[in-house]
C-alpha cells in the first residue's frame, strides 16, 4: 500500500554550500534530504521510502560546534510502501524452488510463495523449473502472480521486509495477458 507522510527531517549543510541570496542553500537543503532519505531506504513503521513529493517547511539553521557544518529542520511531505497482512498485491516471480517462489512486490525482493501455500500447483523439474496446475496455469519465472500477504517480517539490519504470501482465495494465482487470472481461455 502507498502512503502520503509528513515527516521532520534534520539536514546538514556544509557552510561552503551557503550563500546570502539562500538560492544556493535551498538547493543544498534539497540535494542532502534527497540523499539521506535514499540511504535510509526504509524503516519499519512506514516501510520503504519512494520519493519526496514537497519541502513544506525548513526551519532556522543552527551551527554544529565540532563540524562548522549547519543543521537545519525541516518538514516534507513523501511517499512510502509498506505492506500489510491480508492485503492483495502483485508480485513478480525471479526465482522458482521445488518448495516455492519468490516474488518482487515493488521494492521489496523478498515474498516468498511456498507450494503449500498454492493449492492445486505442482513442481514440474527442469531446466527452468515451473508450478503448473491441472488447468495448465504456469507459475514461472517473470509470471505475474496475484497473492495475499499472511506474513510479514521487518529485518533491522538489512533495512527491508520479508514477506510470506498464499494463493489460498478467490481470483488469486497467476494472471494472464488480459487480465484475468489462471489460464487463458481460447475461445
Known sequence: MFLKVQLPWNVMIPAENMDAKGLML???????????????????????????????????????????????????????????????????????????????CGPIENVYLSYAKMPDYKYVPGENGIFMSEKMSRIQVESTVRFVVIAIKWMEAEREFQALASLEGDYLGPISEGGDVGPMSEE
Open 26 to 104: 535551498k538547493r543544498a537543503i534539497l540535494i542532502q534530504l534527497l540523499d539521506a532519505f535514499a540511504s535510509k531506504k526504509a524503516t519499519n513503521e512506514l516501510g520503504y521510502y519512494l520519493a519526496v513529493t514537497t519541502l513544506d517547511k525548513i526551519g532556522e539553521g543552527k551551527i554544529r560546534e565540532h563540524t562548522g557544518e549547519v543543521m537545519f529542520p525541516v518538514v516534507f511531505s513523501g511517499i512510502t510502501f509498506k505492506i500489510f497482512k491480508g492485503e492483495i498485491l502483485h508480485g513478480v516471480v525471479h526465482k522458482v524452488l521445488k518448495h516455492g517462489v519468490f516474488l518482487r
